[in-house]
């Protein structure tokens, strides 16, 4: 976050686009203070980029596992109004973790992160060496698979209990194969699984 100071808001915003290198379209900032008075005018707001929140994510990321010892490199890049970071790491595995858990609790350490600084949430998506996106074809393949059983046998297919955002590529993957399939998702926390169901 960066704070600009000028005689009114207009001008603030006009020269924090000026020095950040973006239009106002661009620009997401709060008036914190506006005063005027019959001898003075100023104006202070307070504004981020998405570049600076990508910047903000690469370097929390990079010291954060940096600190556990591990050398890192990230890359960042926002897509359909979500940001993602891809991490490489010297151990992928260990901060993987089974099943992906430790990779999900950084996530939603670095999520929380960006939230507190930027006071806004966004939708923020790690990954590491590739984990999630080798993850999700495997998940969209077993539900093409279940899904034509389905179709075939008109009996409902339960799921073992996955995390949200596989939960998602199922429902996705589903949607895709026509009218007479759906999805349900049942349960709580962790126990929370999906339901593959024939429709007439």
Same mark, same amino acid.
């Given at each position: 976050?960066?704070?600009?100071?000028?005689?009114?808001?207009?001008?603030?915003?006009?020269?924090?686009?000026?020095?950040?290198?973006?239009?106002?379209?661009? &620009?997401?900032?709060?008036?914190?203070?506006?005063?005027?008075?019959?001898?003075?005018?100023?104006?202070?707001?307070?504004?981020?980029?998405?570049?600076?929140?990508?910047?903000?994510?690469?370097?929390?990321?990079?010291?954060?596992?940096?600190?556990?010892?591990?050398?890192?490199?990230?890359?960042?890049?926002?897509?359909?109004?979500?940001?993602?970071?891809?991490?490489?790491?010297?151990?992928?595995?260990?901060?993987?973790?089974?099943?992906?858990?430790?990779?999900?609790?950084?996530?939603?350490?670095?999520?929380?992160?960006?939230?507190?600084?930027?006071?806004?949430?966004?939708?923020?998506?790690?990954?590491?060496?590739?984990?999630?996106?080798?993850?999700?074809?495997?998940?969209?393949?077993?539900?093409?698979?279940?899904?034509?059983?389905?179709?075939?046998?008109?009996?409902?297919?339960?799921?073992?209990? &996955?995390?949200?955002?596989?939960?998602?590529?199922?429902?996705?993957?589903?949607?895709?194969?026509?009218?007479?399939?759906?999805?349900?998702?049942?349960?709580?926390?962790?126990?929370?699984?999906?339901?593959?169901?024939?429709?007439?």
């Amino acid at each position: 976050m960066k704070r600009y100071t000028a005689r009114t808001v207009q001008d603030a915003v006009n020269t924090a686009c000026q020095e950040l290198g973006v239009t106002i379209d661009e &620009l997401n900032y709060e008036v914190i203070s506006e005063t005027k008075t019959l001898f003075t005018k100023k104006a202070e707001i307070e504004c981020y980029t998405i570049p600076m929140i990508q910047e903000y994510i690469e370097s929390y990321i990079r010291r954060f596992i940096g600190n556990m010892g591990f050398e890192v490199e990230t890359v960042s890049y926002l897509q359909d109004g979500r940001i993602y970071c891809n991490i490489n790491t010297s151990n992928n595995s260990i901060l993987i973790g089974k099943a992906g858990v430790i990779l999900r609790a950084i996530n939603f350490i670095v999520k929380n992160a960006v939230s507190n600084t930027f006071k806004k949430r966004f939708e923020i998506s790690l990954d590491i060496n590739g984990y999630k996106e080798n993850r999700y074809r495997k998940v969209s393949a077993m539900a093409k698979r279940l899904g034509k059983q389905v179709l075939r046998t008109k009996i409902d297919v339960k799921l073992d209990p &996955l995390p949200a955002d596989e939960r998602k590529v199922i429902h996705q993957t589903i949607s895709e194969m026509g009218p007479h399939l759906k999805t349900e998702s049942q349960g709580e926390g962790k126990g929370r699984f999906t339901t593959i169901s024939y429709v007439d």
